[in-house]
């Protein structure tokens, strides 16, 4: 059976994964970072990049070990290419080359976006292509139909913030810790999703795309007028997202026939926003899947099974794949008007 050595180091989790073809994860590590990006309330890219550095190399031994693999009974070696921060891509790729260099197996390049959007038939063997996945994230949202192994249709994406990046900002500013998203669903628990009331931008409009900038202001300012209770907010800022959410995703199901609604990303991880594009899919005739919560948010079983997708279709790449800021899983899909671009 096919062997996946999976890396990550694409932005402030440092993973390494041992992933077979028939989906059994023999062994998974994750390290995060948050407590050296604490003290400056983001991720700094350059610590980043440095903690993989010192990281990386002991978790490739601990799930090696863990599994009793040697390097030489691997299949491949996937290491994430890009999208992310550069440093600490360049880092889980060169670490990635080195080995499969040493072991002489080959080498894939794996997008980030692309294990995220994979990952959901890691733990459902019944999810077959196509389906439409709304890919949520601190980096991404979009909804894209995933038609197979590397064949993406973007329908939709935000033009302005990412859907776990308002979850970060509006944690912030009720002064919650990095990463909001996990802060402000535990707090929305004790809230009123009704009593503070918020925009949802885009909700209803004939375009595609997402927008959670005036949100996030919108919380900011209704924190700093000091009249709601932090719960309350939390609350109403969660079901402002979730409706925001799931008016796109509906709008995006009269664009595709794909039987199956995922969802996937790290906002995915949001027991609320879980429930409503469920309940969505149910009432549109759609089966749902979405992975469990720790294939959610950033891992390496997600880079190693898209990697064993990969190996199965006979992609791999040379030793000279280059890592990449950018890489969108959908190259045709033109720019959102709004996001930066002029109409
Ligand atoms: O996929 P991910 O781990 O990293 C990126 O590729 O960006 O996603 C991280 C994002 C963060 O913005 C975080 O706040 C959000 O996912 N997130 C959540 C939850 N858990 C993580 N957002 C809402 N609810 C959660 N439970
Ligand atoms: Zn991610």
């Keep these: 059976m096919t062997l996946i050595l999976g890396l990550e180091s694409s932005c402030d989790d440092s993973a390494a994964a041992l992933v077979t073809g028939d989906r059994r994860i023999l062994a998974q590590a994750v390290v995060g970072q948050n407590s050296a990006h604490a003290p400056f309330g983001g991720v700094v890219p350059e610590i980043a990049a440095r903690a993989h550095v010192e990281v990386l190399p002991s978790l490739i031994s601990q799930v090696l070990e863990e599994a009793g693999v040697r390097p030489n009974e691997l299949d491949a070696v996937a290491a994430t290419a890009g999208p992310g921060l550069i440093g600490g891509v360049m880092v889980g790729l060169l670490a990635g080359k080195g080995l499969a260099l040493a072991a002489n197996k080959p080498l894939i390049a794996v997008n980030h976006l692309e294990g995220h959007a994979l990952s959901p038939r890691l733990t459902d063997p019944d999810l077959a292509f196509p389906y439409l996945l709304l890919l949520a994230s601190g980096g991404h949202c979009q909804l894209l139909e995933v038609r197979g192994v590397g064949e993406y249709r973007r329908l939709a994406t935000t033009i302005d913030d990412a859907a776990g990046e308002a979850f970060d900002k509006a944690a912030k500013s009720l002064g919650l810790p990095y990463p909001g998203g996990p802060a402000i669903e535990a707090l929305a628990r004790d809230g009123d999703p009704k009593a503070v009331p918020l925009p949802r931008p885009l909700v209803g409009s004939s375009e595609p795309h997402f927008s959670f900038a ?122 959102a008007r709004g996001a930066g671009v002029k109409a």
């Design 214 to 335: 005036g949100l996030k202001s919108a919380v900011q300012r209704a924190v700093a007028a000091g009249t709601h209770a932090p719960a309350d907010l939390a609350a109403s800022f969660q079901q402002a997202v979730v409706d925001c959410l799931v008016d796109r995703t509906r709008r995006a199901l009269g664009d595709s026939a794909a039987p199956a609604l995922v969802v996937a990303g790290g906002v995915a991880a949001n027991g609320a926003i879980r429930a409503a594009l469920e309940q969505l899919a149910a009432d549109n005739g759609r089966s749902f899947s979405s992975p469990p919560g720790w294939l959610c948010t950033d891992n390496a079983a997600m880079i190693a099974w898209a990697g064993a997708e990969r190996f199965a279709a006979g992609l791999v790449d040379p030793l000279d794949a280059p890592a990449r800021a950018r890489w969108p899983l959908d190259p045709t899909a033109e720019a």
